[in-house]
């Protein structure tokens, strides 16, 4: 949901705030913000990431042993072609808190097929793996809160 906030800085440095010493934060967010379009609007997006500038947002909140780990290369590149296509059509709710409230529910399954939605992506899974180093349109951050983990 970072991308859904104006101010991701200061959101994530309140995630960061939450956290145990050495604790774990992973968020997933969408990248290349050259590709920043019609879907990302009507979803409420306020922008897209580069995986060094997230990285970069990581360790400005005092995130450490960040890695970024990139998804959805090449699959993903003509699924966001058909959404810019589709937002085009729908544009959503009229403010950013609607488009954002919405955005879960644009283009999803219903529940009753969601096992036939997992059988078909399975493969393209396994086929973007070796481009998670060098390109993808989403991108998840691991980091960790500085310290020891309190023990009990």
């Known amino acids: 949901m970072l991308e859904h906030i104006e101010d991701d800085a200061a959101a994530l440095h309140a995630w960061t705030a939450l956290l145990h010493p050495g604790g774990l934060l992973i968020l997933s967010v969408p990248t290349r913000p050259e590709r920043f379009g019609p879907w990302d609007e009507r979803v409420g997006h306020f922008r897209r990431y580069t995986p060094q500038?997230?990285?970069?947002?990581?360790?400005?909140?005092?995130?450490?042993?960040?890695?970024?780990?990139?998804?959805?290369?090449?699959?993903?590149?003509?699924?966001?072609?058909?959404?810019?296509?589709?937002?085009?059509?729908?544009?959503?709710?009229?403010?950013?808190?609607?488009?954002?409230?919405?955005?879960?529910?644009?283009?999803?399954?219903?529940?009753?097929?969601?096992?036939?939605?997992?059988?078909?992506?399975?493969?393209?899974?396994?086929i973007q793996r070796p481009f998670r180093h060098s390109r993808g349109v989403g991108a998840v951050l691991a980091g960790r809160k500085p310290g020891s983990p309190d023990r009990p």
Do not use: C, N
């Open 53 to 126: 500038g997230l990285t970069d947002l990581a360790l400005h909140v005092g995130l450490v042993g960040v890695e970024v780990d990139q998804y959805g290369f090449p699959v993903k590149i003509p699924m966001d072609w058909y959404r810019d296509r589709a937002a085009l059509r729908d544009r959503g709710g009229e403010t950013i808190e609607e488009r954002t409230s919405e955005s879960a529910l644009v283009m999803q399954p219903p529940d009753s097929l969601s096992w036939l939605y997992q059988a078909t992506a399975a493969p393209f899974r396994l």
